[in-house]
């Protein structure tokens, strides 16, 4: 279950279970091992108001992981417009459906899917979730539950996309927020709550 709000060009999307806030442990553990749900929260993001969009969460970290899961949807027609990239990311698919790899700068790790033979290209979220076939969807979900897992820590870690600088779909693991839109989220977390500002 989730709850949405927010108005204009922004919506905050906040997930529940049993009527009680779905931490992001089990939100990840659930998106990482459970296909009934990795497709109910594809058709969540499908059902948004808006054609393309940035995807962004509040900073995570070991502490925050007990808090309601909770993210934004940011309208971003300049995503429409965007000329996907086939060609982007090719050296790291080496035949996988998903690629996990570093940046060029080496403090965000990337994770991308490869390009489907019946889709002109994935430029943004929006666009792969419609498009992608079902198994390529789980395998994204699945990398990104795996890594979240593995690089997590009481340093903050940014889960977002953007795709403003490369036009093809990577979700990025920051250490900073540095392609942000949603600004109650580029803080550093306080020890108790990963949305407000420390």
């Not at 502490?63 to 060609?87: H, K, Q, W, Y």
């Not at 994204?140 to 779909?169: F, R, Y």
């Not at 990025?172 to 977390?189: A, E, G, V, W």
Request: glycine share 6%.
């Amino acid at each position: 279950m989730a709850s949405r709000s927010g108005t204009g060009s922004t919506e905050l999307i906040k997930l529940f279970q049993n009527e009680e806030p779905l931490t992001f442990t089990a939100f990840f553990r659930l998106l990482q091992d459970d296909q009934d749900f990795a497709g109910w929260y594809t058709d969540l993001l499908k059902s948004s108001p808006f054609t393309s969009y940035f995807w962004e969460h509040p900073p995570l970290t070991t502490s925050s992981f007990a808090c309601g899961a909770e993210f934004v949807m940011i309208d971003a027609p300049i995503l429409e417009r965007m000329r996907p990239n086939t060609e982007a990311f090719r050296s790291h698919f080496a035949g996988e459906d998903v690629a996990t790899f570093r940046n060029l700068g080496g403090d965000a790790m990337l994770i991308a899917p490869s390009p489907g033979a019946a889709s002109p290209g994935y430029a943004h979220l929006a666009t792969f979730l419609r498009e992608a076939s079902d198994n390529q969807v789980h395998a994204l979900w699945q990398s990104v539950g795996q890594t979240i897992s593995k690089l997590l820590t009481d340093k903050p870690i940014w889960l977002s996309t953007s795709g403003l600088g490369v036009a093809w779909l990577h979700i990025r693991l920051d250490s900073s927020p540095k392609y942000y839109q949603h600004q109650p989220y580029k803080f550093r977390p306080a020890a108790s709550n990963p949305a407000e500002p420390s």
